[in-house]
């Protein structure tokens, strides 16, 4: 099992890296700064994800601190034969703390078979933005919707109570993902939860599709394109203010 854990802390009105533990494949970047947040950046030596593997990750972000958590590298998820791949992520947000993060994209190989599952929990005085993107496979070789199964379940609370949750179940063998009601055509998929957030703005789309509701407590975009970088770009402008 592979294990990450983190923990930020405010020291002298500065956020810092106070704890970092990591067993192969993770491994953790340097932080480097952009205003008042410490960007870190999670690492892996292996090329993905691979049949068996089970990852474990743990985050901690420290009162008052801020931090931007982000990957090297789409998520790349490999053919399994007989056994799934999982990742379990577990955050905790302090009062007046602030994170956004922002794993790279997920790429599902033919034949793979993948279960996530995030917790987190918050302070109420806490902010969040959590994104989430995934591809319907490798598209510029033909091989859209063909992974076994994919599994995402998200759950975000407040102080112990669930203010979010989103199951996401893929299964190409047992319906057809590209029909109505389902990816329409498009290839990409994406989440964005806001959280501490007073207003969102969206702006008109080309070419791709993004809708706002309310959770019990945050906003929740979702959003249908050809690209990741149409996603990534397009929440970008919310998350950064632009």
């Known amino acids: 099992m592979g294990k990450l854990y983190i923990k930020?802390?405010?020291?002298?009105?500065?956020?810092?890296?106070?704890?970092?533990?990591?067993?192969?494949?993770?491994?953790?970047?340097?932080?480097?700064?952009?205003?008042?947040?410490?960007?870190?950046?999670?690492?892996?030596?292996?090329?993905?994800?691979?049949?068996?593997?089970?990852?474990?990750?743990?985050?901690?972000?420290?009162?008052?601190?801020?931090?931007?958590?982000?990957?090297?590298?789409?998520?790349?998820?490999?053919?399994?034969?007989?056994?799934?791949?999982?990742?379990?992520?577990?955050i905790n947000i302090e009062e007046n703390a602030f994170l956004k993060y922002l794993p790279c994209p997920v790429i599902p190989f033919k034949d793979s078979d993948f279960r996530t599952l995030t917790k987190i929990n918050l302070k109420?005085?806490?902010?969040l933005v959590l994104r989430d993107i995934f591809s319907c496979g490798r598209t510029g070789m033909g091989e859209n919707f063909l992974f076994k199964k994919y599994q995402a379940q998200t759950l975000i609370s407040e102080e112990g109570v669930p203010v979010f949750c989103d199951n996401t179940r893929l299964v190409p063998s047992e319906i057809?993902?590209?029909?109505?009601?389902?990816?329409?055509?498009?290839?990409?998929?994406?989440?964005?939860?806001?959280?501490?957030?007073?207003?969102?703005?969206?702006?008109?789309?080309?070419?791709?599709?993004a809708a706002l509701t309310e959770a019990k407590k945050g906003r929740v975009l979702r959003a249908l394109a050809y690209s990741s970088e149409d996603i990534i770009n397009y929440t970008d402008k919310i998350i950064y203010n632009e």
């Not at 890296?17 to 192969?24: G, I, N, R, V, Y």
């Not at 109420?124 to 902010?127: D, E, Q």
């Not at 993902?177 to 498009?186: A, R, V």
């Not at 989440?191 to 080309?206: C, P, Q, S, V």
Request: hydrophobic residues 35%; glycine residues 10%.
């Open 176 to 209: 057809n993902l590209e029909g109505t009601g389902f990816f329409e055509g498009y290839t990409h998929m994406g989440l964005a939860y806001f959280y501490g957030f007073n207003k969102i703005r969206l702006d008109e789309t080309k070419g791709f599709e």
């Open 8 to 90: 930020t802390a405010l020291r002298e009105g500065k956020t810092v890296l106070e704890d970092c533990f990591f067993t192969a494949p993770f491994k953790v970047a340097k932080p480097f700064y952009s205003g008042d947040f410490a960007e870190i950046m999670i690492m892996q030596a292996s090329a993905g994800i691979l049949e068996g593997d089970s990852h474990e990750i743990k985050i901690e972000i420290g009162k008052g601190s801020k931090a931007v958590i982000t990957g090297q590298s789409y998520t790349k998820l490999f053919k399994c034969k007989s056994f799934c791949s999982s990742q379990s992520v577990y």
């Open 124 to 127: 109420k005085t806490s902010c």
